[in-house]
Nanobody, 127 residues
Framework: VQLQASGGGLVQAGGFPRLTCAAS????????MAWFRQAPGREREFVAA????????YYADSVKGRFTISRDNVKNTMYLQINSLKPEDTAVYYC?????????????????????WGQGTLVTVSS
């Protein structure tokens, strides 16, 4: 499966961009997915994860209440709606899929749990 992240750019603080992760090659409707981000000079960190069915989500404390992860399995696409953007949200955002296991009930926050990655989309927050 190939993942393509998009939707980043230069956004003012307080803005509300929506990131998109489009999957191709095969369906990802049976696989859990997640968003990670990597700020300049920092390690890649977990942002949010969503179950294959879309029925369960999990967020990092730093984004809880501001970010919303969702998916459309018919379109083979995942989304990250960002609200109340802050300067510290500046980062490259990566989407990932756990393709090794289907219909998995647990949501992983460890990046090693995901085996398919998109190329990343840069979100730069201007104050």
């Amino acid at each position: 499966v190939q993942l393509q992240a998009s939707g980043g750019g230069l956004v003012q603080a307080g803005g509300f961009p929506r990131l998109t992760c489009a999957a191709s090659g095969r369906t990802i409707s049976r696989n859990n997915m997640a968003w990670f981000r990597q700020a300049p000079g920092r390690e890649r960190e977990f942002v949010a994860a969503i179950k294959w069915s879309g029925s369960s989500t999990y967020y990092a404390d730093s984004v809880k209440g501001r970010f919303t992860i969702s998916r459309d399995n018919v379109k083979n696409t995942m989304y990250l709606q960002i609200n109340s953007l802050k300067p510290e949200d500046t980062a490259v955002y990566y989407c990932a899929a756990k393709t090794s296991i289907t219909y998995y009930n647990n949501l992983d926050t460890n990046l090693d749990a995901y085996d398919a990655w998109g190329q990343g989309t840069l979100v730069t927050v201007s104050s």
